[in-house]
């Protein structure tokens, strides 16, 4: 199957933008007439730039997945991206499937050797905000650790063990001991098992 180029264009539902539509789509039309692409596909969309789900663009990225499509060229970045971190993970999608991807506004067009830097750049943005996240993340545990919050699951306490120990005449502080938890939480789950234990019982 030949792969197609992709044009993609966007106007918010607000004040029926639909000349705004045209306008983009006769932009890009005629930067396909110019570069003499003939096999495109028009995916266009009516939605507001907050909106997370773009019916055509979802589309869209889905042939692009499953390998359908060659080039994508779209207006500008924001009638296309969703935000700076969806620019920047479909440039990266871009780059890995070999897409050619043109921004007319922006003026960029990655088959060009100019154009080709960009996805460097971006590969650079990527990298940097996933250890800026990485950073907060371990700078958060470590706050939390240093406030005495518990990391991660709950323990939590093995009842058979404990109802054994206890049944061999432990004292809750060794058994606390010997299995790593608070002496408090020891006889608390002694008391309530024992409790559970008198409830089946009578009702025997």
Not at 47 to 60: A, C, E, N, Y
Not at 69 to 82: A, E, H, L, N, W
Not at 113 to 122: E, S, T, V
């Amino acid at each position: 199957m030949e792969k197609f180029t992709a044009l993609y264009a966007r106007v918010s539902t607000v004040n029926n933008q639909d000349s705004g539509l045209e306008s983009q789509i006769r932009a890009i039309e005629a930067f396909c007439t110019l570069k003499n692409i003939t096999n495109y596909k028009i995916f266009t969309d009516k939605v507001s730039g907050s909106k997370s789900s773009r019916p055509q663009l979802d589309i869209l990225m889905k042939a692009v997945n499953d390998d359908q499509v060659k080039s994508v060229v779209i207006y500008s970045f924001s009638r296309f991206s969703r935000s700076t971190k969806h620019l920047l993970e479909t440039s990266e999608l871009f780059k890995k499937k070999e897409i050619e991807f043109i921004s007319l506004s922006e003026k960029i067009d990655t088959s060009t050797a100019l154009g080709k830097a960009f996805y460097g750049i971006i590969s650079i943005i990527s990298e940097l905000e996933r250890e800026i996240i990485s950073e907060r993340v371990k700078n958060g545990l470590i706050n939390a650790r240093a406030k005495g919050k518990r990391i991660g699951r709950p323990k939590r306490i093995p009842t058979k063990t404990v109802m054994e120990f206890h049944q061999k005449g432990y004292s809750t502080r060794k058994i606390a001991k010997i299995i790593n938890f608070s002496h408090t939480c020891i006889a608390k789950e002694i008391k309530n098992n024992l409790c559970t234990q008198t409830l089946n019982e009578e009702d025997l």
